[in-house]
């Protein structure tokens, strides 16, 4: 079964877009993308509802442990594909949950091949639904 995550789009810190495009990430997000990512992250702020049904799904998904790139520890991730849905778009992206992060539990990380907020037109407040 196939479960739909809404989210609320907001403003991210800024750091994503610095740890995407780290070689070591990169490679990572790039193979399961099959494609050449967009340097930059997405965040959702999910409602309570979603954080738990997210949080499951977590305990199982891909995760790559604490990295070490050019004599620097970077911390790991956990990875789920989802399907981004707006309006009449699908989208292939990946949820991403790092294991050190400053975001609140509410917030989730999404990295795919585009620039979402200029190909779906899309800004802070707009509501995103993907698919598990």
């Known amino acids: 079964m196939n479960l739909c995550i809404k989210g609320k789009l907001v403003s991210g810190k800024g750091t994503g877009a610095k740890f995407v495009s780290l070689p070591i990430y990169e490679t990572i997000f790039s193979k399961y993308l099959e494609n050449k990512i967009y340097h930059g992250t997405l965040n959702l702020e999910l409602l309570p509802k979603y954080i738990q049904i997210l949080d499951k799904k977590f305990e199982?998904?891909?995760?790559?442990?604490?990295?070490?790139?050019?004599?620097?520890?970077?911390?790991?991730?956990?990875?789920?594909?989802?399907?981004?849905?707006?309006?009449?778009?699908?989208?292939?992206?990946?949820?991403?949950?790092?294991?050190?992060?400053?975001?609140n539990p509410n917030i989730i990380e999404i990295v795919s091949d585009i620039n979402f907020r200029d190909t779906l037109n899309i800004k802070n407040g707009d509501i995103l639904e993907f698919e598990l």
């Open 60 to 103: 199982t998904s891909l995760t790559y442990p604490s990295m070490t790139y050019n004599g620097k520890n970077y911390g790991g991730i956990k990875i789920i594909k989802i399907k981004i849905k707006y309006q009449n778009t699908n989208t292939i992206g990946l949820a991403v949950r790092p294991l050190k992060s400053t975001h």
